[in-house]
Each structure stands twice: as C-alpha cells, then as structure tokens.
C-alpha cells in the first residue's frame, strides 16, 4: 500500500506553499486591524509578492513532474499502477491537489501578482468610501477588480457560465445551473412565509436592544461565549475590524474579529458567536496535516455552515439562552431588568426587512443573498456597467425586501466582497445555511438529548461531534461525499424550510 510517505517531495513543497500564504493571511489580518493607514501601498506590493511566489512554486516544473508520475492528468485521480495501491488519504490529496494545479496553471504569474495586488488596494479604498458614503470613489478600483475577474473566467474556462468559473474557486463543483433552481426553490417557501409573518397581528419588541451597552462588556461577554463553545484563545484572539471575519494561519493560530455598536447589541454578539463557528472549524483541522488539502477546509458553503449553525440554531435557540440570558443580565444589570427570557428570545428573532445583510434575520438572510447572486451574474455574464451597481442593487432591495437604502453605504458599499475581488463567494452564504440545517437535523438525531446540554452551557458536547464528523477531515471527502456521509442525503432546501417554518410559526403564531 503507498501511504503518504511516498509523497513527501509534494507534501514539502505544499507545506512550503502553505508558509506563503500564511504570512499573507497574516498581513491581510493586520491591514484589516491594527495597520496604519499610510501603509496600504506597500501592503499592497508586499501581499502581490507573496502571492504571486505562492502560485510559482505550485505551476513550477517540479510540482507537475511529480503531479504528472502520480495523477492521471484526464481524470485527475491517481494513477493505480504497480502492485501497491494508494492508500484513501493518498488518494485525496492528490485528488485536490491536482484540482488546484489544474486552476493555477491556466492563470499567469503576471496576472495572479496584479490581482492581489489590486484587490488590496481596492479594500482600502472601500473602507474610505463606505465611510464617507461615496461610490465614486471606489468604482475605478471596482471597475478594475471587475475586469480582472472576467479575465480570471476566461483563463480557467467554463462550459456554461464564466461565473462558474468563479464560483468553483468557492464551492467546488456548484454551478449556475445547480444552484440556480435551488434558489428558486428556496425563494418560493421563503416569500410566503415572510408574508404570513409580516401579516401576523404579533408585534415583538426589541427596543430593549438598542439601549447602550458599554463596548468592553460587549467583548467580554462574546469572549464568554467563544470559551463556552470551545474556542480555545492560547491558540486564537479576538479583535476589531470593519467588517467581522475569521483568519487561520495554522490550527493553532486562527483569529477571529468582530464590531460594536453601542446602541446595538446583537451585531457584536452574533458576529462573535458566527465567526466562532468558523474559528473552531479551523483550530479543528489537523495539525499534522498542515499545509496539505487534508489541513484544510473542504469549501466556503461548509466553513459557513458551521458559523451558521452555530449563529442561528444554536445562538438564537430558546435552548441556549436558557443558559447564558442570567449571564448576559449580569454584565449589562442596568439594560435588562424586566426583560424576560421569553421576550429576549423573540426579540433576537424578529422578522423585519432590513438594509443590512450581516444584520438579516433568518427569513430574509437568503433573499440579500440572491440580490448579490443575481448582480454577480449580470456583471459577469452579461457585462453590466459597474457604474449602474448602485441602481441595479436598489431596484432589487425594492423588489424583494420592499425597501430601498438611502445611502449607498448602507446599500452597495455595504460588503467588503467585491473590494476583495471575491465574486462568486456571496452563493456560499445561502448554500451555508441549508448545510447548516441538515447538519443540526443530524446532530440532534445522533447527540442524546442536545438541547439539554444546550441549555446547560455543556456546547463542547455538539463541538466535538462536529469535529468528529466535519472539522477533521479537511478536504478528504467532496462537498457532496461529506454531505452523504454524514446526513445521509443530498443537499436540499427543506430541511432549512421546515426548520423557519417550525421556529417562526412558533414565535409569530401562525395557523
């Protein structure tokens, strides 16, 4: 049998790869935490640089020699010569790797440099112009990211769509036309679920989450939380950032950030709890296995699925609150008094069309995800001018969340995405709550009494199943294997729509 030992050359260049892109995630973080201001154009050739080695030691000679030895380049399985076969962790990593050479080497060294590089500048151009509210300022660097990402498309190459091109890089396999009747039948259990709630004589109020809440007691209490669900912080921190996300270097250094606002709540709470989820993924892949597909994480829609799961089944459960509302009372005593838990729980539910999509409620999440998705299409399939985004984006909000934003950076500045060059990543949002769904179905049916534990703060209990079924693996299975293996089915929107339906019939009390 040939074990992994046989692939120690590719194993070392891949580890050598893996230190690169370490060390840019780790400037990406501090760009988007503690850097000065004055330092993004440097920041910006330092992260080109970086990248563009990255790519060249994965395109170099070496790579596909041994790629060419051990993968059959027309299936891109390996090759099962010779008396001894490959082991199934052999077979999986050179399955992926050859996945990412594949797409490496069709994009140019030149064009891999000028797209990091632009991509960071773009970012900081974004901060400046959400701040101040002025699209201008950022479309030439939008306009620029846009081209290059049509570009991208066309290196790769498709059979139906360019943005599947785009999308691969994300989800693994999704395309247009998979994901596309998805949404559609998602958006028809949605809508008239929405509309039975917004024509639900029950009013709940959640003034009570808009009073001020001291910024340091907010932080507290989310570190509070990422302890309980088993973020370990000698192996992780929590920081500040414009935008909440989640940066892994090695599973023994993953970082997480969230934001506060005084006069809001939940936004640093459920950003802290989300961005947990994807913390925890990433400390629970292997370390020995660093650097390699089988250290890695296996697709965005997963990674989201467990930040998802842990944000809105778990977080917003009556279950959990059970347990950590006494807590939360006691950090914020003069906030609180009065507010029962029943009251608490439905006031982080409430259903209400908003302008912001990390802010969403559950019922309308998936539809600002479906603007995005319908967007990204028409830029890149249909060559939408960039300069039509903010009218386009309002005309949608209209149309499926009836209502329109003021400003723009309330409206079409509001994500850091596209600053990023990251088109094609919104779909995995959506794809990451029906994972979610199915996944908390699994669980509940194979941990004895979850909510229980829930309820008891005992959350290690679901963190440790989720390591043994997900975590773990990294890209070991495909995103349709993993699904199977551990649901025991394929990806559906159902289980997602059972669960809204089961959750907002309650608190609304519809018939």
């Not at 009570?208 to 570190?223: C, N, P, S």
Request: a negative charge.
């Amino acid at each position: 049998m040939k074990t992994l030992k046989t692939l120690a050359p590719l194993i070392a260049r891949l580890t050598e790869i893996q230190h690169l892109k370490s060390a840019a995630s780790l400037l990406s973080w501090d760009q988007e935490t503690y850097m000065p201001a004055g330092g993004g154009e440097a920041r910006a050739d330092q992260l080109a640089t970086l990248e563009g080695l990255a790519h060249d030691k994965l395109v170099s000679p070496d790579v596909k020699g041994w790629l060419g030895q051990w993968v059959d380049p027309t299936s891109g399985l390996a090759r099962e010569t010779g008396a001894e076969p490959w082991d199934e962790p052999s077979r999986a990593l050179l399955r992926e790797v050859w996945r990412d050479y594949s797409r490496a080497n069709k994009l140019p060294s030149e064009f891999v440099t000028r797209l990091a590089r632009e991509a960071s500048l773009s970012q900081q151009v974004w901060v400046e112009a959400r701040a101040q509210n002025d699209f201008k300022k950022f479309l030439p660097n939008l306009r620029t990211l846009v081209a290059l990402k049509r570009e991208e498309a066309g290196y790769v190459g498709y059979q139906a769509s360019p943005y599947d091109a785009l999308m691969d890089s994300y989800e693994p396999g999704m395309t247009v036309a998979h994901i596309t009747p998805l949404f559609a039948a998602l958006k028809a259990g949605l809508l008239p679920l929405l509309r039975r709630v917004l024509d639900s004589p029950i009013r709940i109020d959640d003034s009570f989450l808009h009073r001020t809440y001291e910024a340091d007691r907010q932080m507290e209490f989310g570190k509070l939380v990422l302890t309980a669900m088993g973020y370990d912080f000698t192996r992780g921190r929590l920081d500040l950032s414009a935008h909440p996300f989640t940066t892994s270097f090695h599973p023994t250094d993953v970082r997480v950030t969230t934001r506060v606002f005084e006069t809001d709540l939940p936004s640093c709470l459920f950003s802290c709890i989300h961005e947990g989820g994807h913390g925890l993924y990433d400390q629970g892949l292997e370390p020995e296995r660093y650097g390699t597909p089988l250290g890695d994480s296996l697709s965005l829609g997963i990674h989201e699925s467990q930040s998802r799961l842990w944000e809105n089944s778990v977080g917003r459960s009556l279950s959990f609150w059970r347990c950590f509302y006494p807590m939360l009372q006691q950090v914020f005593p003069h906030q609180l008094p009065g507010v029962s838990l029943e009251q608490f729980h439905a006031a982080i539910n409430r259903v209400q069309p908003s302008l912001i999509r990390v802010e969403a409620d559950e019922l309308t999440y998936n539809l600002h995800i479906m603007i995005r998705y319908e967007i990204e299409r028409a830029l890149i399939e249909d060559g939408m001018d960039v300069a039509d985004l903010p009218g386009a984006w309002n005309e949608k909000m209209r149309t499926y969340l009836g209502i329109v934003p003021e400003t723009d950076s309330t409206g079409v500045l509001q994500d850091v995405h596209w600053s990023m060059g990251a088109i094609g990543y919104f779909p995995t949002y959506t794809l990451g709550n029906l994972y979610a769904a199915q996944f908390y179905d699994q669980a509940r049916l194979e941990i004895l009494n979850l909510e229980d534990h829930i309820a008891a703060g005992q959350l290690t209990v679901l963190t440790k199943w989720l390591n043994q079924k997900i975590h773990r693996w990294g890209r070991t299975f495909t995103v349709e294997h993993l699904v199977r293996r551990v649901t025991g089915g394929s990806l559906s929107p159902q289980p997602f729509l059972d669960y809204v339906e089961q959750k907002y019939g309650q608190l609304y009390r519809l018939g």
